[in-house]
């Protein structure tokens, strides 16, 4: 695995962060926008010509969305011990997702898309697919590659795409993950749908104000049982599930339809049942309608809601990497049994009742659920296991 | 792999509300740009909202949704720039008013899953819903993960897209990055101009596909996918898939070329025909279709009225003949010199 984030730039500082209640969202220091002394972020505190030092990567066109995908996707290249042989063999899938692509460079792309000439260096790097064509050429990736973009499902379902390539004998391993960066274009989206909120989110609160964006990479090397040989395995991905809430084009219905399909349905396929799940990282934004639309859902579902905490406060609503970093995030809650704090929750939803967990617990953990629902309606749920490996 | 049981297009060409491809409607001003048709069934409040692709992704899918006998259990649409003329305007928006108070419509219709999104909200579709955006490969994935899922059930429905729009951002960037033609042509003389760049176009075709033969108008066969700009690699890609997909005495009818009047890929083209040796007529489509990440899904369409006509408008043969049996089509498109595709695709015995 690997991962970035505004909570640290490895999987190991991520975890560390998390343990000691780490909140990576406050003001800007580096992003400019008109916003920046208005609204709190959750903003990798790394500059782009660092990323560019520490992974030699100086070819022009670079975008930030790209490089901070190349450091998470290096992370979890090295973690996975892939070879070079096993990275240009033909059955090596790499899926990635983002939502923002090079669009973080709201500048240049204002002028290559107004101006007749003196195009910038990043051309050809706007697109959410030129970050998965750079990793293409880079790892020389020679199996099937795609890039996803479902909103702030997206990289749930590039994990699950990876998935069901291996599943259908369409690759042997693949290297699936998400990424985003922040951009104006994201920010005054979401500013204009007025579901920004001006303090630190408080996801699953009474009182909670809307979501603070975030940036953030990570991704993750599936492979099949019978290949792994030898290697330390973190989890199983056991089940997984696609739906669409088919309500509104940005919000969730008030029984939270989509949600509780993409769960149920995850379920299905993980052969459990609700009761068997130990704890759900939520989709837990900290926007009115995606929390009290996510409880009621689990409402549905769960005759006795499972723990549930949102990682969210810690980094911020990550997007297109959302599903992908509390992926990762799932994990860790499996490999080292434990469960972390739902920062900035002090009273629970009214209408609902329902309270994340509050504190750092050790505690024995068989299948965790992460959840991503997105604009559009699009909802993925993802279910990981504990191996005994 | 998978059937095909309805498709739709809408394109450049008469290919929808009533379908004349010998007809051929040329491009202006360098475009090949999509005939609307009058949009049924989309009430004018949500038609008036919609960006240019949205609106003729979604009329395409409408008469395959209206029409489908089953029930829809997946839609999957592929994408690389659907939406970006939305995304534009809002991204003008946020220069010009220095980011001040805007309105969230054009925001949440830029994104580049609102054509999936917008479908599956019109048919109540509550199922699998995805957006693949992988540039000159997006329809391919979609098409791709159709494939597996109906590995898993094959009794499923899934309504698979191609779409793309000619909007100021890829048209205005694309033209800066040197991939359509500087000097002004016709799209009849597109292959005979010898200059680099291709002619923009766009276009949504839809298929609804399911793993049972019975009533099938088409069968894909086989589907591969490559990123390479060595050509010799394409070639022998092509050599090793049709001696996997082909059965002895079995041959390809038609390569259906993707060759866009681009002069530097042409050498991946000719190194596709020298494979197929003159064995097979060769057709090309984008002088109708024009150039666009997503051409393949119209390719597709087209191989499936081929098939159906058992014969091709004049205006598409590049070597061989118009009307012969055709039980075979191999698709072979490239985009931007890197990404490249097979598309095997078999008329119904």
Not at chain 2, 10 to 29: G, K
Not at chain 2, 155 to 174: R, T
Request: glycine residues 8%; proline residues 2%; aromatic residues 8%.
């Amino acid at each position: 695995m690997g991962a970035i984030s505004a909570i640290g730039s490895s999987v190991t500082e991520n975890r560390m962060a998390l343990m000691q209640e780490k909140c990576g969202i406050g003001p800007l220091e580096m992003f400019v926008t008109k916003y920046a002394s208005l609204l709190p972020f959750g903003e990798i505190k790394i500059t782009n010509n660092l990323l560019r030092e520490k992974l030699r990567a100086h070819e022009p066109g670079l975008t930030r969305t790209t490089l901070l995908a190349l450091h998470a996707c290096e992370e979890a290249i090295k973690d996975a011990a892939l070879t070079a042989t096993q990275l240009n063999s033909f059955d090596t899938a790499l899926t990635g997702a983002s939502t923002v692509g090079g669009m973080c460079l709201t500048d240049e792309l204002y002028h290559d898309a107004n101006k007749k000439e003196n195009g910038s260096a990043y051309l050809s790097s706007y697109d959410c697919a030129s970050v998965n064509l750079y990793l293409q050429q880079r790892y020389g990736i020679n199996g099937i590659v795609n890039t996803i973009n479902t909103a702030c499902s997206s990289s749930a379902n590039s994990i699950l795409y990876g998935a069901r390539l291996i599943k259908s004998g369409l690759a042997e391993r693949a290297i699936v993950g998400g990424v985003d960066s922040l951009a104006k274009f994201t920010i005054n989206g979401f500013n204009a749908l007025h579901i920004l909120s001006p303090d630190k989110c408080t996801p699953f609160d009474e009182q909670r104000r809307g979501l603070n964006l975030g940036e953030a990479a990570a991704f993750l090397v599936l492979e099949k049982e019978e290949a792994v040989a030898g290697k330390k395995i973190y989890a199983e991905l056991t089940g997984y599930c696609n739906t669409n809430d088919a309500y509104h084009a940005s919000s969730l219905s008030e029984e939270g339809d989509g949600p509780y399909l993409s769960m149920k349905g995850a379920l299905a396929v993980a052969g459990i049942s609700p009761a068997d799940i130990s704890f759900i990282n939520a989709h837990g934004t900290g926007t009115e309608n995606n929390d009290l639309a996510e409880s009621t859902a689990m409402l549905r579902l769960f005759e006795k809601v499972p723990l549930f905490a949102s990682t969210k406060a810690n980094t911020g609503h990550t997007l297109g990497a959302a599903g992908a970093i509390e992926a990762v995030y799932s994990i860790l809650n499996l490999v080292n049994q434990e469960v972390y704090t739902s920062l900035n929750f002090k009273q629970p939803i009214e209408a609902t009742r329902l309270q994340p967990v509050q504190s750092y617990t050790k505690m024995p953990l068989q299948h965790v659920m992460s959840n991503s629902f997105g604009f559009g309606g699009n909802c993925a749920s993802l279910i990981f296991s504990k191996t005994d490996y | 792999m998978l059937y095909i049981h309805q498709t739709t297009c809408i394109s450049p060409q008469l290919s929808f509300s009533t379908i004349q491809l010998d007809q051929l409607q040329e491009s202006v001003n360098n475009r090949l740009q999509v005939i609307e048709p009058a949009y049924e069934g989309i009430p004018n409040g949500i038609l008036r909202r919609m960006g240019k692709a949205i609106r003729f992704g979604v009329g395409a899918a409408l008469p395959i949704i209206r029409g489908a006998v089953a029930s829809i259990d997946g839609i999957i649409i592929g994408t690389a720039n659907g939406g970006m003329e939305d995304c534009i305007k809002f991204l003008n928006q946020i220069i010009d008013y220095e980011e001040g108070m805007l309105t969230p419509t054009n925001f949440v219709q830029s994104t580049t899953n609102a054509i999936a999104a917008q479908i599956g909200l019109l048919s109540a579709n509550k199922a699998y819903n995805t957006t693949h955006v992988h540039r000159g490969l997006a329809f391919e994935n979609a098409l791709l993960d159709a494939v597996m899922l109906l590995k898993e059930n094959t009794d499923a429905h899934y309504l698979v897209g191609g779409v793309d729009e000619i909007s100021m951002y890829n048209y205005n960037i694309d033209y800066l990055d040197g991939w359509f033609k500087k000097e002004s042509i016709d799209s009849k003389d597109l292959y005979q101009s010898g200059t680099t760049g291709s002619l923009a176009g766009e276009g949504a075709a839809m298929f609804l596909v399911n793993g049972n033969s019975e009533n099938a108008k088409a069968k894909v066969a086989a589907l591969h996918l490559l990123h390479t700009e060595d050509e010799q690699l394409v070639a022998k890609q092509l050599t090793l898939f049709l001696e996997k997909h082909l059965r002895s005495g079995e041959k390809i009818d038609v390569l259906l070329s993707g060759e866009d009047g681009d002069s530097r890929s042409l050498h991946y083209y000719n190194a596709c025909e020298n494979v197929l040796d003159k064995q097979a007529t060769v057709a090309r489509f984008k002088h109708m279709m024009g150039e666009y990440a997503t051409a393949s899904a119209a390719a597709l369409w087209l191989a499936c009225i081929i098939l159906k006509e058992q014969s091709l408008p004049g205006h598409m043969i590049k070597y061989g003949s118009s009307s012969s049996n055709v039980n075979r089509i191999l698709i072979y498109n490239n985009h931007k010199g890197r990404q490249h595709s097979f598309i095997l695709v078999e008329k119904m015995k």
